[in-house]
């Protein structure tokens, strides 16, 4: 899978990824078609656990509007939703029920990794003994955002890079979707 | 009334139990096989009415193990600290008092999931917030270099 | 599994079998991640087990290794809903630990500060009960008129929600030169807004049926499993911290602590929304006399608690936090205890829900307005 | 004339479903996890088997709505053909109503309707 022709980034805000072998314009502008549903209606699974949930909710609410990215349909069944966003702590009795949900909502699924716990055990990183020191452990983490708790504002621009991550993404042609394995570092045992 | 008052009157009725005058509150420090008796005592009597069970603090001294109950009566707004030890560390054993108040069957749950103190006939006790087979983690020899990141 | 006591079920059609469900940890009415393991027969709710642990970070051993400054920053991630009374908890402890007496400036401020994030509580926890009964409606209600307090608090303390505006000895800094204009200003525009709480919800038939009569917990029940705050009030238990041992600027204002005695879901209901009133009204008395004083006064870098045991109980918007420092000279706590409002109310939940609908299980675990971080700590 | 656009109406829905679904199997990629296939309830694994037996009342409730539900379904014809049916449509409605009414009376009185 090698990386044929490589193009030059204007915009520097995205980040490097190495562009895959995809299809034609045939494929391609399909590609952009389903890319640009998916990228618009990323419906949240509610999976609050500590402060950042309070954020997310007020991200729903009327000032920040998370409706204007599609987003506001915030999903209780892990069926319905894809993007799973990791709000809050998770700790070892909780990693395996993440676990589950990740594996039980539908593809194609984008997780996000809201505030400084999520992403690396945040306050709870020394001397705890029951925090995964970041979610990433459990599940791949697509897009993180930092902050304790981030502002609703923070979450939405994580939001907004997951969609440009999305509009990247090919379907069709020779790609192999496979699934990625989560990090699982030596020093964590699940 | 005060807690002076509150002393005299716990001094003489219970002689055999140690009573002094904490930072804040009547301290009482009883021994572990009159302790129910005793939690009935305060509970029941109308000059003490201590109905309400504040919080149960398990503690983990060097050379015992404590558990520390605040107790108010809603009746006549006063405070007590109740305290009993147990010097054996290895299955430390403390009769419960869930049967007085309710609320510490729970606190006792606790007691047990954190520091490993057993209370003999306790209805339901099982750990509250750890997997079994955790260990005890408020105990000051507890280890655990996978999960704990030491600063 | 523990005992499922036989309820008998008179019924002239045949019997239901039993069946156990999870209202598990990832449950949208659970406001967290608590697991309730219920026994049901049909719908009707025979024994409600709550399984705690799926947020337990474990706060109390990290507090041994942490001095007193820091410890603060921990205590507004337990319950953050009431972020800035459990900071002025361990402040309050350390400092009657010290002997040390704060400016009535800080007083005020902190009691200013108290209020204001018990009405932002009360408004996210009306947010939640009427999406909890199915009325989405309220829910931007609520969060709008409490993203102005937190512009408040944003402006003052530098973050929204978990404040730790508090330091063992006054405040990280002064208030912002115009946070009085912007509370008075607030507190008109909220006064003209509560009604409509009103309007929106409390007078809607659907609400109180679902409310009236559910979820009762008699007052002895209430006391025996030590269920303090408004869902205690709401059964004539008196436990209100701010009224009996009143701490910071509490002993200057005069406000009522409001009781009743119906111990159903709607009294619990009502008592929180009078609460707001009275919340409004303590604020309105003290914003316009703030003393002139020091916002905090001198502290060493490390404190070093005296050697003993040192208790503080504050009224937060759920109910009584208590913080209990054992100390042995350090400059970090040989042991520290949180007494966590919500652990309590939470195992009084069984004995209030037995017998009632599932639906109803749903209603009486809202009005008991639950934070499972407070629980699990 | 009328058979062709009945016709043309079959025939679209089919191409349209046919084409929503195979869409929908051939483009998102699916992970295939144990996890995934088993139900859901709220992240825990599920202990014991659903089949229950449950009150009758659910049962009772379901017929009673269905009856109805058919009622209304028989109305929509007559409802098209109202102006022409005239006066007499209307009575054979009405005794329509009526038979159906008696069944839901019967149904009240029996406590068909009572939960408890």
């Known amino acids: 899978m090698g990386i044929k022709n490589k193009k030059e980034f204007e915009k520097n805000d995205y980040p490097i990824i190495a562009e895959y072998e995809g299809g034609g314009i045939m494929l391609a502008s399909l590609d952009a078609m389903v890319n640009w549903a998916r990228s618009n209606s990323l419906w949240p699974l509610t999976f609050g656990t500590r402060c950042c949930a309070i954020e997310f909710m007020s991200a729903g609410a009327s000032r920040h509007d998370m409706a204007r990215f599609g987003a506001e349909v915030a999903r209780a069944s892990p069926r319905q939703a894809d993007l799973l966003v990791i709000s809050g702590t998770i700790n070892y009795k909780m990693a395996p029920v993440l676990k589950r949900l990740y594996d039980q909502m539908a593809d194609p699924k984008y997780v996000i990794a809201l505030g400084g716990c999520a992403i690396s055990g945040g306050p709870f990183f020394y001397n705890s003994y029951a925090i995964v020191k970041g979610a990433d452990h459990i599940i791949p983490v697509d897009v993180y955002v930092p902050g304790c708790p981030p502002r609703p504002e923070a979450y939405l621009y994580g939001l907004m890079q997951l969609q440009k991550k999305i509009m990247r993404q090919k379907n069709f042609g020779k790609v192999k979707y496979s699934e990625a394995k989560p990090i699982i570092s030596d020093k964590t045992s699940i | ?151 | 599994m523990s005992e499922i006591k036989e309820v008998i079920v008179k019924t002239d059609r045949m019997a239901t079998d039993r069946y156990q469900v999870n209202m598990g940890p990832q449950h949208p009415s659970t406001h967290g991640v608590l697991r309730l393991l219920v026994t049901l027969e049909g719908e009707k709710v025979l024994n409600v087990q709550p399984h705690t642990g799926y947020i337990h970070s474990g706060i109390e051993k990290m507090c041994e290794a942490l001095t007193y400054p820091q410890i603060i920053h921990l205590t507004d991630r337990m319950d953050y809903l009431s972020a800035h009374m459990s900071n002025e908890a361990v402040a309050l402890c350390v400092e009657n630990a010290l002997q040390v007496e704060v400016s009535d400036r800080v007083k005020y401020i902190r009691t200013i500060m108290d209020e204001l994030t018990r009405l932002a509580s009360h408004q996210l926890w009306w947010c939640v009960y009427g999406m909890d009964l199915g009325a989405l409606t309220t829910f931007f209600y609520g969060l709008r008129d409490r993203e102005l307090i937190l512009d408040i608090f944003e402006e003052t303390c530098g973050a929204r929600m978990t404040v730790s505006y508090n330091t063992p000895g006054g405040l990280m800094f002064d208030i912002h030169p115009n946070f009085q204009k912007r509370v008075k200003d607030y507190l008109k525009y909220f006064k003209t807004k509560l009604p409509e709480y009103d309007e929106l919800l409390s007078g809607n038939v659907i609400m109180r049926e679902r409310t009236e009569g559910i979820g009762y917990l008699t007052l002895e029940d209430a006391i025996d499993f030590g269920v303090t705050g408004p869902s205690g009030r709401a059964s004539g238990f008196s436990n209100d911290i701010r009224k009996h041992q009143p701490y910071s600027a509490y002993p200057f204002v005069k406000f009522n602590e409001i009781l009743d005695h119906r111990c159903d879901s709607l009294a619990r209901y009502e008592v929180r929304i009078k609460e707001m009133w009275e919340s409004i009204s303590i604020i309105e008395q003290l914003i316009d006399n703030i003393p002139e004083g020091d916002y905090a006064l001198k502290m060493k870098g490390v404190m070093k608690l005296p050697e003993g045991e040192f208790y503080q109980r504050v009224e937060t918007a759920r109910g009584e936090f208590g913080v209990f420092i054992i100390s042995d000279g350090k400059k970090n706590p040989y042991r520290l205890k949180f007494r966590s409002s919500g652990f309590s109310n939470l195992f009084a939940l069984n004995n209030m829900a037995k017998g009632h609908k599932i639906a109803d299980l749903v209603a009486i675990m809202s009005t008991l307005d639950l934070i499972i971080p407070d629980i699990d700590r | 004339m009328e058979s062709s656009a009945l016709l043309v109406f079959f025939l679209a829905a089919i191409t349209l479903v046919g084409l929503a679904m195979l869409f929908s199997s051939y483009v998102p990629p699916t992970s295939k996890n144990s996890a995934k296939f088993e139900p859901y309830e709220c992240g825990i694994e599920t202990v014991g088997d659903a089949w229950l037996q449950y009150t009758v009342g659910y049962y009772l409730f379901a017929i009673l709505f269905l009856i109805f539900d058919v009622e209304t379904i028989f109305l929509f014809p007559w409802a098209i053909a109202m102006r022409t049916a005239g006066i007499a449509g209307f009575v054979e409605i009405l005794i329509f109503f009526a038979i159906l009414g008696l069944g839901l009376l019967y149904g009240w009185k029996k406590h068909a309707l009572r939960w408890e």
């Open chain 2, 1 to 151: 009334m005060t807690n002076d008052e509150l002393k005299t009157v716990l001094t003489e009725r219970f002689p055999a139990a140690e009573i002094k005058q904490g930072f804040q509150y009547v301290e009482m420090t009883v021994k572990a096989e009159d302790l129910h008796e005793i939690a009935v005592q305060l509970k029941q009597t109308d000059e003490f009415y201590f109905d309400y069970l504040i919080c149960l603090t398990g503690v983990d001294y060097p050379e015992n193990m404590e558990i520390i109950y605040h107790l108010e009566s809603i009746k006549h707004r006063h405070v007590m600290v109740l305290k009993v030890r147990t010097a054996d560390r290895v299955n430390p054993a403390i009769d419960t008092v869930s049967d007085v108040w309710i609320t510490a069957k729970y606190h006792e749950r606790e007691a047990y999931d954190l520091l490993g103190i057993h209370f003999n006939n306790h209805t339901d006790l099982r750990r509250l917030f750890l997997e079994d087979g955790w260990g005890f983690p408020l105990r000051k020899d507890y280890v655990d270099e996978v999960r704990i990141v030491e600063r």
